[in-house]
């Protein structure tokens, strides 16, 4: 017990000034060799009425000289990064600033939202894929016209393999994995060779959505179309359908909306024209669903799909698709609140 008293003054009175000084510390009381080191196993020693005394106030010494320890080395640390540099390190730290969604993602957010309150499932896959995915099951055959309206970047020494041109290819590979009733939306970013300018860029971002089922019809579409234009855009959004041509849908329609900026009465965004086109649809081509194995006799289906870059240019107002893609802080900071 004196020698608990002992060290317990020497532990009160030692003065640590600097990292020699703290090693000492260390040494003297908290080695395998130290005073307090040679108490613990003098325990054994101890008369058993007094033993249990004995062991909790070595115990209890040992935490204390630990602490000490502790707060002088976090003390000495904290000095030697002052001494090395003009920072003052006791100053409050600047306030981390929030970040912020990216537009992209949150208009990608929001479309998806809007089809899955009606039951579309969302479903993602690779972007590297294969000539079948891409082409050939959905009617694009070798050396077809229609292979010429899409810029493909292919792997050199695999001509087989490139980087999807659109969604499409995850609505081949569900379709294929999956009878119908099918109900997807395929969202994902897509490849093009194309020319970087105001409109256009060789990467952008799709959601292509795909329905299958029996008796499914064109006013299926349009109603499914309307409805996601107005719960996009507000209800007041009108939508007209013009005949287009797409190799996997027949018929097949591009769809345009009332223009949100001048309401209809013409504007440069619009062209003038108080419409906006904002996606392709159609009814899938009945050879696209044998291709993937699903009776195109008992089944029908439509599909469609629009561009992120261009709804989310609608939506916000801009003029220029490359402002999504430089990553400026000045210009990704005014969506922190629209993605709350």
Same mark, same amino acid.
């Given at each position: ?65 630990? /602490? ?81 309206? /899409? ?190």
């Amino acid at each position: 017990m004196n020698n608990i008293d002992k060290i317990k003054a020497e532990l009160e009175q030692f003065s640590v000034s600097s990292m020699e000084t703290l090693e000492q510390f260390r040494l003297k009381f908290l080695a395998k060799k130290s005073e307090l080191q040679e108490l613990l196993s003098e325990i054994k020693n101890v008369a058993p009425e007094e033993r249990k005394s004995f062991g909790q106030q070595v115990n209890e010494l040992k935490q204390k000289a630990q /602490q000490l320890y502790e707060e002088n080395k976090a003390k000495m640390e904290m000095q030697a990064v002052s001494a090395g540099s003009d920072l003052d390190v006791t100053r409050p730290s600047t306030a981390l600033t929030v970040g912020s969604m990216h537009p992209i993602s949150i208009m990608m957010n929001e479309v998806c939202d809007i089809f899955e309150k009606i039951g579309f499932d969302v479903v993602t896959g690779p972007d590297v894929e294969d000539d079948w995915h891409v082409f050939t099951a959905l009617n694009f055959p070798e050396e077809h016209p229609a292979r010429d309206m /899409q810029d493909t970047f292919f792997i050199e020494l695999h001509p087989d393999i490139l980087l999807r041109t659109h969604t499409s290819s995850l609505q081949v590979r569900t379709m294929e994995k999956q009878q119908p009733p099918i109900r997807v939306i395929c969202p994902g970013r897509v490849f093009r060779n194309e020319a970087i300018t105001s409109r256009a860029h060789c990467i952008f971002h799709q959601v292509e959505g795909l329905y299958v089922a029996e008796n499914v019809s064109f006013a299926e579409m349009k109603q499914t179309l309307l409805y996601f234009a107005q719960q996009m855009f507000g209800k007041e959004t009108k939508i007209r359908l013009r005949p287009s041509y797409f190799p996997f849908t027949e018929p097949s329609a591009e769809m345009d909306i009332s223009c949100n900026i001048c309401g209809g009465s013409g504007c440069a965004l619009c062209k003038h024209t108080g419409w906006v086109e904002i996606l392709g649809c159609g009814m899938v081509d009945p050879s696209v669903l044998e291709n993937c194995g699903i009776d195109s006799k008992k089944y029908t289906g439509y599909a469609f799909g629009l561009g992120i870059e261009r709804m989310t240019m609608l939506k916000y107002r801009t003029n220029d698709i490359r402002l999504y893609f430089e990553n400026d802080v000045r210009f990704l900071r005014q969506f922190r609140s629209a993605g709350k």
